[in-house]
Nanobody
């Protein structure tokens, strides 16, 4: 019912920046809890950041102060601005949407972020 498509991943040098984008369709975007997760090879998927339409964002301790999540309800998009990137940020990044009332949980296809010199 909800479709998510990520973009903006790529190769960046340590200390550099990238902005990931996620476009949503097929749902009532303003009521969705949006988030970014990431998964490195051989590791569990971990939460990076979440944002609702009415509360302040939440961040994993590992990215706090470096990453910023934001959303544009009119465009039905969510973004992840990543600054001061480190090699340990290398992972596949996934967009996520949750519908609290229906317990719906939706995932994008993922976009690769590689931080290397």
């Amino acid at each position: 019912q909800v479709q998510l498509v990520e973009s903006g991943g790529g190769l960046v040098q340590p200390g550099g920046s990238l902005r990931l984008s996620c476009a949503a369709s097929g749902g009532s975007f303003s009521i969705l809890v949006m988030g970014w997760y990431r998964q490195a090879p051989g590791k569990q998927r971990e939460l990076v950041a979440t944002i609702t339409s009415v509360t302040s964002p939440n961040y994993a301790d590992s990215v706090k102060g470096r990453f910023t999540i934001s959303r544009d309800n009119a465009k039905k998009m969510v973004f992840l601005q990543m600054n001061s990137l480190k090699p340990e940020d290398t992972a596949v990044y996934y967009c996520n949407a949750k519908e609290t009332l229906s317990q719906g949980n939706y995932w994008g296809q993922g976009t690769q972020v590689t931080v290397s010199s």
